[in-house]
């Protein structure tokens, strides 16, 4: 059975973001559409097998989606997506889009418990898998877990599992290939409500399973378009190298925004590497660097000479965490360009400042942001129980990019909605005099140290301008006396060799409560540990704090 996805916005605000042009009030296929009749030999993706225009895009997609309506898929159904970076995963977006069904992408590299949840959980009807990805065999896991000897409760509405990549068809499997052959001359694609569900959205937050968020082609290609659109000069099509996975949160501005509201290219790695990733933009020349903070730090660390030094692309675009100052200012110098740090999440809020940067001072608690734009969404403070006036509250957001709803999780829909539409993000922020936003944590990152509160990101953001600091989270540790005490996590800058008590005398320097400092450190050699999706993965990292400093050895005081 399908499930229903209820829109807690009221219908008469949505109308109302259409009318005033904050939404095309067009469904993702008819818009790709547009750009295809419109600039048809144009390239629509370049990935490892080279460039595919608009108008091959467009069939390769058609085929798809003939092929997945043979299989019983139609408007209303949710398609499974686990694919890489490819032409292959832009294509099974557009198809889907054009049967008007609703796409679930999830990043390669998840394994088959999380899969079954989130297939389970949407009531999935098809999937479309990598035959082979890095050693794992997602298709076959697939197709073995949907088998009635598998765990076929979960999966009882999953009919077809399709494999996509080279090697032989795993048992149970249809083929990609199959369905590309299908004739798609009388595919007549469906007209979907603009403010119907289109894609959901999979959060890596710190629920104990991943949360699914509804969005419609006007949230996406509206109000998520219009975050892009600022970001835009003159109007000129965007070229976006994305180094997240479109499977992401953040990816999903590849398809939807990039291609079908924008009319740009995308630049597709299959997988990050930062040597894979500057190549790219010597070679292709993006106008848009689509990535996390980790990721740019790695590129950085790669020394280069000066004739090697890429191309300036018009911003970076860093999501999933803050970017401190000094490395901000590091990135711009050495890629010569904006370095925008899009405040976002797939709960419903977006804000950044623009090529230009948010206005204020970088000093003071939390991340500058920047203003919000009406056209992606109005933010406003929530005061916390028990607050002060002036204390930062909770971020609540609603906008034209507002999702629809939670999917197979009505307890968090009564949670983080409100009988308004309005999204709780969980963040915790306060405005400026001028009316920049400031993001200080999360409510859920929260360390309570003997009682007292201790954000995470306040103290990162510190520690962040220490000279020996390359990257850094901090995360708590249980303690039997305390109930939870604070780890800095760092990755030192090369030759570098930090201690806790410089980094301890760094935040006096800089005013940082003593009970706010970190009483652990944990050095990580390399790189922060990434999650499939593309974000530093605080869950491992805490993991590993709590391994490196057991409670039972932990000092009291």
């Known amino acids: 059975m399908t499930p229903r996805f209820h829109d807690l916005v009221p219908a008469a605000l949505r109308r109302i973001w ?4 904050h939404c095309p009030d067009l469904d993702l296929y ?33 085929c798809l989606a003939a092929g997945l309506a043979r299989t019983g898929i139609g408007p209303g159904d949710t398609v499974g997506v686990q694919l890489p ?42 999937v479309l898998a990598a035959t082979e990805y890095r050693g794992l065999a997602h298709a076959r896991e697939l197709a073995e877990l949907s088998r009635p000897s598998g765990v076929s409760v979960e999966l009882a509405a999953l009919h077809t599992v399709i494999a996509a990549g080279p090697g032989p068809v795993p048992e149970g499997c249809l083929s990609l290939d199959a369905l590309l052959d299908t004739e798609a ?53 965007p070229r976006c190298l994305f ?36 190549e790219a933009i010597r070679a292709h020349r993006p106008t848009h660097v689509m990535a996390v903070p980790t990721m740019v730090r790695m590129m950085l660390d790669r020394p280069a000479a000066e004739h090697e030094r890429p191309a300036a692309p018009t911003a970076l675009v860093l999501g999933g965490s803050a970017l401190d100052a000094a490395t901000r200012e590091e990135a711009r110098r050495a890629f010569g360009c904006a370095v925008v740090n899009l405040y976002g999440s797939a709960d419903g809020v977006h804000c950044h400042g623009g090529l230009a940067g948010p206005a204020g001072p970088e000093t003071g608690p939390g991340i500058v942001v920047g203003r919000p734009d009406p056209g992606v969404c109005e933010i406003r403070i929530a005061p916390l129980q028990g607050g002060a006036s002036g204390d930062a509250g909770e971020i609540l957001a609603r906008g034209p990019m507002t999702p629809m709803c939670y999917v197979g999780a009505p ?19 306060r405005f400026t005099d001028d009316g920049t936003l400031r993001v200080v944590g999360r409510l859920k990152d929260i360390v309570i140290r003997g009682g007292a509160n201790v954000s995470p990101a306040e103290v990162e953001g510190e520690l962040s301008s220490h000279p020996d ?33 410089s980094l301890c005398a760094h935040l006096d320097r800089l005013g940082l409560e003593r009970r706010k400092h970190p009483e652990h450190l944990l050095l990580i050699a390399g790189d922060l540990p990434l999650t499939p999706a593309g974000k530093p993965d605080r869950a491992a990292l805490r993991g590993r704090a709590a391994d490196a400093f057991p409670a039972d050895r932990t000092q009291a005081g």
């Open 411 to 429: 307890e968090l829909n009564m949670r983080y909605r409100t009988a308004d539409g309005w999204v709780r993000t969980g963040d915790l922020g």
């Open 30 to 62: 008819s818009l790709f559409r547009a750009r295809r009749i419109a600039r048809p030999h144009d390239t629509a993706v370049i990935d490892a097998q080279g460039e595919i225009s608009y108008a091959d895009l467009d069939r390769r997609a058609r």
């Open 18 to 21: 259409a009318t005033e042009g």
């Open 469 to 501: 600091v390359r990257d850094v989270l901090c995360v708590g540790v249980p303690d039997p006396l305390m109930g939870e005490r604070l780890a800095a996590c760092v990755v030192p800058r090369p030759g570098r060799q930090p201690a806790l008590e």
């Open 185 to 237: 001359e009388d595919f007549v694609p469906a007209r979907p409500d603009p403010d119907a569900a289109a894609r959901i959205l999979v959060s890596s937050g710190s629920e104990a399973e991943p949360k699914m968020v509804a969005y419609s082609h006007n949230a996406l290609a509206g109000g998520r378009g219009n975050s892009l659109a600022s970001l835009l000069r003159d109007g000129t099509p």
């Open 85 to 126: 970076n490819t032409r292959e995963a832009v294509a099974a977006d557009l198809a889907i889009a054009a049967l008007g069904a609703v796409a679930l992408p999830f990043p390669v590299g998840r394994g088959g418990r999380e899969a079954l949840s989130l297939l389970g959980r949407s009531g999935a009807r098809a």
């Open 243 to 278: 180094l997240v996975p479109l499977a992401s949160a953040f990816g999903s501005s590849g398809t939807a925004v990039t291609l079908a509201r924008h009319g740009g290219c995308l630049v597709l790695l299959d997988r990050f590497t930062p040597d894979a990733a500057l």
